[in-house]
């Protein structure tokens, strides 16, 4: 698809133009349509990190309990499943800046390609895992070699422009919506099948590997998701698409591609002469974003699963994987039908505002649940009707994400160093993912063992992180830099 504008030159940051992120009415550009295809297949192989991140959360609390790491102490299991979801983005906080500065160079497809394939391979081992170390060794894997998530981010970044840039990234948070309802329910489900289909699943392999089915199918899809890319996603790197018409003018032909050299020469540049303002202020929103969101997705399943006695809810792993599930599933179908709408009706920076103060009443509904729990001593209507209030914070909470994606690639100065910008935005947020499982786990286990504010210290921590998030957001710029070309 080609776009007619004009270049921000890197090197003359005084000359870019900027325009307001939602300009004023009766100033509006003509939408540009969306390739629908070439998005259809993007959206889709980002449907990978999702369902291999979020399968897992259903049963990692009762693999860890049947590996008996903790001696039988389950206020410990916190501590371990903390760890095991903590070692993917350790991966990736290491190695996605060197997939996103290696896309600039050799390509996105060839890219997608390895991280496609290091993810089928890591999710195969996981579930052939029966020790400790194995579930580390596997989870080290699927990070180090997954530079997905940048890619496509890059990717859409490449597929779209300013006039239709808010309905290509209000997708990528529908696409994580569909894996957190997929990989929960298929999780949840397949775990332990010779318990559910004894007749289909009655044979030794199915007991020494119990947590093989979900993991297996999980690869199964990404292996389709592979083939697919391979065969109809086209490259969106200039310097590496293919010449849809052969050159026939001799100008052309026997001089050099001044622009290309151009656009070659920008995505070698350092990284320092990228950390301006408005690129650091937005990937600090997004570390700060991917650090209390991890927090509270694997609080979620933790304190589902966590005996009654110890203030959880006490629920299954197929309990559990329904009702992330349905979270998924109702968030999806609102940000597929809304999120852009919302975009143009309030603007990025005022919607990313008003998500970031969903967060503290997010993480209270976890101890008013606990209460309400220990006063009436079970679970009935009560619990339920604070379980569906929750939900619906859920969805004004992941709005944040569509907004911060948004605002992240449109802060950079050019389209040919987005790869080296949403890659320092990626290492941020897997850092930031990194420290919060081991972390919010963490607390959550010595809040719990030692009836720290009454077992909800963890909870009391993160509203108060909460209160500098919100800060934080309001230091996003109002305006941004116009960088179609």
Known sequence: MVRTGWLVPIFQPEQARITPLIPAKGSKKPKTPLPKLQIGILITLQLAEPIASTSIFPYINQLIRELDITGGDDAAVGYYAGLIESLFFVGQALTVLRWARLSDRIGRKPVLVIGLSGICISMLCFGLSTTFWGLVVSRCMCGFLNGNNVVMKTMMGELTDSTNMAQGFALIPIIWCVGGFVGPLMGGTLARPQDHWPALFSGSFWRDYPYFLPCAVAAFLLLVALVMMTLFLEETLSTKRRPKFPSTTVGVSSSPDRESLAQQSMANMSLRSLLTRSVVIPIANYAMLSFLDVSFRVLLPLFFSTPTYLGGLGFDPATIGKWMALCGVTDGIFQAFFFAKIVDWIGPKRLFCISASCYAPLIAIFPIMSWILRVRGEVDHAITFALLCHLVIVVAWD?????????????????????????????????????????????????????????????????????????????LPDEIQDRDE
């Open 399 to 475: 709005m944040s994400y569509g907004t911060i994606f948004l605002i992240i690639t449109a802060s950079a100065p050019t389209k040919n160093v987005l790869g080296a910008i949403n890659g320092l935005g990626q290492t941020s947020a897997a850092v930031a993912r990194a420290v919060g499982p081991a972390l919010t786990t963490s607390l959550f286990a010595v809040s719990k063992e030692h009836n720290l504010l009454g077992g909800n210290a963890v909870f009391v921590i993160l509203i108060v992180l909460a209160g500098g998030f919100r800060w934080l957001a309001s230091q």
